[in-house]
């Protein structure tokens, strides 16, 4: 059964940072693409990051040199370490492929007050 869990979220200040983590099972973790993605409420889901299964790392210009995205291949784990963080950052944070063809978790709530 394909499932992603994500984690991490909550509520910071503005400057703050968290870090958010994604289990991935069900899946051949190592050969996929993963990506981060975020949503607010009456928006399309966007895309935060990416990291290709060689390790190689692209950004949304919001958060490019801010966010890093990672990932552990033996934990079928992806990370999104976000620093600096903005009010405008705030959003239900989820991890898919970089194609999203995967059934979507629960996503994670990120809540960064001004």
């Known amino acids: 059964q394909v499932q992603l869990v994500e984690s991490g979220g909550g509520l910071v200040q503005a400057g703050g940072s968290l870090r958010l983590s994604c289990v991935a099972s069900g899946i051949i973790f190592s050969h996929n693409d993963m990506a981060w993605y975020r949503q607010t409420p009456g928006k399309r889901r966007e895309l935060v990051a990416t990291?290709?299964?060689?390790?190689?790392?692209n950004y949304a210009d919001s958060v490019k040199g801010r966010f890093t995205i990672s990932r552990d291949n033996a934990k079928a784990t992806v990370y999104l370490q976000m620093n600096s963080l903005k009010p405008e950052d705030t959003a239900v944070y989820y991890c898919n492929t970089a194609r999203g063809y995967l059934p979507w978790g629960q996503g994670t709530q990120v809540t960064v007050s001004s």
């Open positions: 990291i290709t299964s060689g390790g190689y790392t």
